[in-house]
């Protein structure tokens, strides 16, 4: 798995006023801050996760 295909995540909006399950999902893909961006292997569980939060987000493949 580590040989994967990789996808760039970057959290666009802020978290403040999201539910709490949005909040720990967007850590939860360790994205920390506006304009974080972070480089994830492309598993159905991230593909999950960033459906879940994906108002918040834009994705790179």
């Known amino acids: 798995m580590a040989d994967g295909k990789k996808i760039k995540v970057t959290l ?3 978290v403040a006023r999201t539910a709490k399950g949005h909040r720990e999902t967007v850590r939860g893909l360790g994205l920390k801050w506006t ?3 972070v480089e994830l292997v492309d598993t159905p569980s991230v593909r ?3 459906t ?3 108002y ?4 790179a493949e």
């Open 52 to 54: 879940k939060v994906g």
């Open 56 to 59: 918040l987000l834009k994705v």
């Open 48 to 50: 999950g996760m960033i």
């Open 35 to 37: 304009n974080h961006t």
């Open 12 to 14: 666009v909006k802020g």
